[in-house]
């Protein structure tokens, strides 16, 4: 294993660390906000570092196992998904830093658990940046929205857990109808799911079923908030405030917007989706 499979790991790692030693350590609350924060910094440093060394690498990936021939559990580093982990990760400081002081000047409960859960949805968005292929993404991108179920929910009251359900049900639904749909439509065209300058569609399906494609991950990606499955953001709103600021400028709508870029340049293709009058 190379120095870059190494930090890539570690950026997914080190957020799930964070989580464990927030239960690990759960009757020493300074000890615990301290540890979050130094690991948030230590993530950061590693995106970097990874930043640094791709500069004498312009494409790199590595497979972790495979579930069946064409389908596997892979990482990669390309531009897009780097700037989405260097935007994530910094400010996964920023918003921890604020956290804390908010969480405690505002006498919230369990705080144990809110810190666990926003650590443990740093390192799916780490997963979601440096996935090489859709299947993987996928994955990563069902996790962020269960491990921010928690967050929303976090007052307990019956607002808060109306928010919950609601902001559950759209993302879970959208994914489940819509954009896990177009993936399984995908691999049964392209027997593949790797991501791939030039996308993997190119010249292999009539421009009618791109633009359905197209339309499927448009609205199967809740995240990105687009109409009419939008409802989810202002029924979160009820969540603390430092998880309103995760929801919009560190992860979910992030992961939505990038999921939609990632998908059309890398699965369907800039040039494929122009010539077939899809994205119009």
Same mark, same amino acid.
Do not use: K, R
């Given at each position: 294993m190379n120095k870059i499979e190494i930090l890539i790991l570690l950026s997914i790692f080190l957020p799930l660390l964070a989580a464990f030693l927030n239960v690990f350590f759960k009757k020493n609350e300074n000890l615990r906000d301290l540890l979050t924060l130094l690991i948030s910094i230590l993530t950061f440093g590693c995106v970097v570092n990874i930043f640094l060394q791709r500069q004498n690498l312009p494409e790199y990936s590595f497979k972790i196992f495979d579930i069946m021939p064409g389908l596997s559990i892979s990482f990669s580093v390309e531009? +897009?998904?780097?700037?989405?982990?260097?935007?994530?990760?910094? +400010?996964?400081?920023v918003t921890h830093t604020y956290a804390i002081g908010y969480m405690r000047k505002n006498n919230e409960k369990n705080r144990l658990r809110f810190f666990s859960f926003f650590s443990l949805s740093i390192a799916t968005v780490m997963g979601i940046s440096f996935s090489d292929n859709l299947f993987t993404l996928f994955i990563f991108y069902e996790i962020l929205t269960l491990s921010t179920f928690p967050l929303v929910a976090h007052k307990g009251t019956k607002e808060a857990l109306g928010g919950a359900k609601k902001y559950l049900s759209i993302l879970i639904g959208t994914s489940v109808a819509f954009q896990l749909f177009a993936i399984i439509w995908i691999f049964s065209i392209a027997g593949t799911l790797d991501f791939k300058v030039g996308g993997i569609l190119t010249g292999k399906t009539e421009p009618y079923i791109v633009g359905i494609l197209l339309a499927l991950f448009c609205f199967g990606v809740g995240k990105a908030a687009l109409m009419p499955f939008h409802g989810w953001l202002p029924a979160a709103m009820v969540a603390p405030t430092p998880v309103s600021a995760l929801l919009h400028a560190v992860a979910v709508v992030k992961a939505g917007v990038f999921t939609i870029l990632k998908v059309g340049i890398f699965i369907f293709g800039i040039d494929w989706l122009e010539e077939t009058s899809a994205a119009d």
């Open positions: 531009n +897009l998904g780097l700037l989405f982990a260097l935007i994530a990760s910094s +400010l996964w400081i």
